[in-house]
Structure formats: structure tokens, C-alpha cells
């Protein structure tokens, strides 16, 4: 045999290995999707579009792009929202109009880039001067009056996990976080909440090497508790439950904040690559999370914090590696939803996002 002929012979190898390929995974993708099928529809409630500012080119294509997404996954809305800035920046105003041109598809919440700044320089001091009161509660009011379903992404503790990426921590009883719970309870919609719990003063873990988060992370669970006390009415759906970088959002402390507190709920981000993960992307699923989940069946939703970035943004490169790891995020709830019995199934999946976000009215 020649060359050619042997160049012949093993492309031709190649090919009847790329259609075994090609049936094997085929047939997974089958397997896949009749479990896709089975396990619902579900409610995205934490989900993040990126474009430069005032860019709503960009922000409607970034929505068509989720859009495509929600109709291959069965996802019936997405709740999109600014990430907890640091500074002031820009906040709703693409948002409100992609939300009008979209929803109830896609609907917002408000407040990550404006209520979330203001939070956080006031944060430094326990006073809150009555005129940055006075703006902050403006800036909430005309949220809500732009159709935002609820104030998001708010943060008391964000640690950073890439030099693009902010660390952020106010006490979560600040007087401006108590009025946002009031506010909120005001108009019966919920406060999306960042929140890394940390029970006691400890030296930052060394898997949080960003230079950007300090080098003694504060307690800050005795707040968390004061804010949820503060006005049973304002329910705060705190965020990234099932993966936790820092270490202590354990299933055991859940357990008991949602025994103690009856207006705080959960969305889940169930894959991750920390220790104790939900979901872990590799190995089984996490009984002790499992056990929660079905304690307390009216109290979980799902947040992906999936992020879409249009192809034009120019800002930091974090939402981009985010991006990343949106299809990992969307199998491990997949795997979640598959595993629960079909009753919790669907609670978890959209009727509590329903309920709690009032998405129905
Ligand atoms: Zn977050």
C-alpha cells in the first residue's frame, strides 16, 4: 500500500469512528433530553446580561441569546439583573427596556447598580446622612415604579474570586439595608442577597488568592440574623446556595436560618468546584443538601447566575470567564431537577419563583 493508500485507509478509519462517535453520542443526547423532559419546565431567578453602557444593541442581543437558551432548556423566565456593583454605575435602564420588549420572558430586578453603590460607601460609617437616605430611597421607589420585580444583586459580604472581580462587605444590618428590607416589604417583592457567611473572625482560606479580598474575613452571621429580624414582611432570597467559595454555607447552617427565619428563601447554583458543592461536576449529589431541600420545600428557587455577554462588551473580563461555565451550571440543574421526586421538582423548578416573585400577576 502507498502512501496515499494508506493516508486513504486511515481517513477512512477516522470516519467510521466519527459516526460510532456520532451514534454514541447521539444516543446520550437522547437519554439527556428525554430526562429533560421529564423533570419540567424551571425559573431562572438569578441571571446576569452584559454590555457596555447605554449599548441596547448589545443588551438585546445578549437577551435573543438567552432566549435560545431558555427554549432549549425548558426555562420558562429568566430574572435578570446588574451584578452588586462597588461604585455607581449604570443599573436598569437597558434592562427596563428589554424587560418590556421581552416579558414576561424576561423580567428585572433593579438596584445592583445603583442601591448596591450607595450601600456600600455608606457602609464604611454607621451613619446615614439624611440626604443619601433620602436619594436612596428615591432610587428604590423609581425602581419598582420602572417594573422591576425586586431589588438585585445586593451584597453584605462579596468575596473576590479574580483581581476583575470586587470584594465587597458592609454589616448586614446597616440602617440603609433595613430600610431596603422595609422598602421591599412595602411592595411584597424580594431582595436578592450575596451574602458569603463567615461565623467568626478567620483568616482569609487560601483558595481566595485574589489580592483584592483582605486578609481577615469578619464575622458577619449575627447581622444576616438582625436583618432577616428586622421586618418579617421583606423577604430576602439569598443567593449561590449549593456552592460556596469561602466555605461556611453548609446545609447544617441553612438548616437552621430557615428554621429561625420564615421570610428567608434560597436560590440554588447547585455545581461548583468548592468542597461540599450540591451538585458536585463530578461524583454524587449531596444528600445533606437533598435533606434540606425536602425539609423545607416552599423556600428554594433556582439561580443559575449564568452570565450572557455580548460580543461587543468592553468592560472587565470576569462576566466573560463567568460566561464560561454557564452549560456546566445548567447540567448540574438538570441533575438536580432529575434527582428530586417530580412534587419537589417542580416546586423547586418554578412554582415558588412564582410565588415569591410575583411572576403570575
Ligand atoms: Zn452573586
Known amino acids: 500500500m502507498n502512501e496515499f493508500g494508506m493516508r486513504l485507509r486511515s481517513g477512512a478509519l477516522c470516519l467510521i469512528t466519527f459516526a460510532a462517535l456520532v451514534v454514541l453520542l447521539g444516543g446520550n443526547l437522547i437519554v439527556l433530553d428525554a430526562r429533560a423532559q421529564s ?6 431567578v438569578h441571571f446576569h446580561l452584559i454590555a457596555d ?9 445578549a437577551a435573543r441569546a438567552a432566549l435560545q437558551i431558555m427554549d432549549a432548556e425548558r426555562i420558562r423566565t429568566i430574572v435578570v439583573m446588574s451584578p452588586p456593583r462597588p461604585r455607581e454605575n449604570f443599573d436598569i435602564e437597558s434592562l427596563a427596556d428589554i424587560a418590556k420588549k421581552y416579558g414576561p ?8 447598580g445603583t442601591l448596591n453603590p450607595m450601600l456600600q460607601e455608606a457602609g464604611k460609617s454607621p451613619e446615614v446622612p439624611e440626604e443619601v437616605r433620602r436619594r436612596f430611597e428615591e432610587t428604590a421607589q423609581r425602581i419598582i415604579a420602572s417594573g422591576a420585580k425586586g431589588f438585585g444583586e445586593i451584597t453584605a459580604h462579596h468575596v473576590s474570586l479574580s483581581p476583575s472581580h470586587g470584594y465587597e462587605s458592609v454589616p448586614a444590618d446597616h440602617p440603609l ?12 417583592v424580594p431582595i436578592d442577597l450575596h451574602f458569603d457567611p463567615v461565623p467568626a473572625d478567620v483568616e482569609k482560606p487560601s483558595n481566595l488568592s485574589s489580592p483584592r479580598n483582605p486578609a ?8 444576616f440574623q438582625r436583618l432577616l429580624a428586622h421586618n418579617r414582611k421583606a423577604k430576602i432570597v439569598w443567593a449561590h446556595a449549593g456552592t460556596d467559595p469561602v466555605g461556611y454555607f453548609t446545609p447544617k447552617l441553612v438548616r437552621e436560618l430557615l428554621g429561625r427565619h420564615s421570610n428567608l428563601a434560597l436560590s440554588i447554583r447547585p455545581t461548583g468546584p468548592f468542597p461540599g458543592a450540591m451538585v458536585p461536576p463530578k461524583g454524587a449529589i449531596n444528600d445533606e443538601w ?3 431541600l425536602r425539609d423545607f420545600p416552599d423556600r428554594f428557587v433556582i439561580g443559575s447566575d449564568n452570565f450572557v455577554v455580548a460580543t461587543r462588551y468592553t468592560g472587565p473580563d470576569a462576566p466573560r470567564i463567568f460566561a464560561q461555565r454557564a452549560e456546566i451550571q445548567r447540567h448540574g440543574i438538570r441533575r438536580l431537577l432529575s434527582h428530586l421526586p417530580a412534587d419537589l421538582a417542580r416546586r423547586i423548578g418554578y412554582e415558588n419563583a412564582e410565588r415569591l416573585y410575583r411572576l403570575r400577576r
Request: hydrophobic share 50%; proline share 0%.
Open 39 to 44: 423533570q419540567g419546565d424551571w425559573i431562572d
Open 177 to 188: 439595608l433595613l430600610f431596603l428590607a422595609d422598602i421591599a416589604a412595602q411592595h411584597d
Open 105 to 112: 420572558r424576561i423580567v428585572m430586578l433593579g438596584g445592583g
Open 53 to 61: 453602557k447605554g449599548d441596547l444593541d448589545s443588551f438585546d442581543e
Open 216 to 223: 481577615v474575613l469578619k464575622e458577619n452571621l449575627g447581622g
Open 290 to 292: 437533598i435533606a434540606v
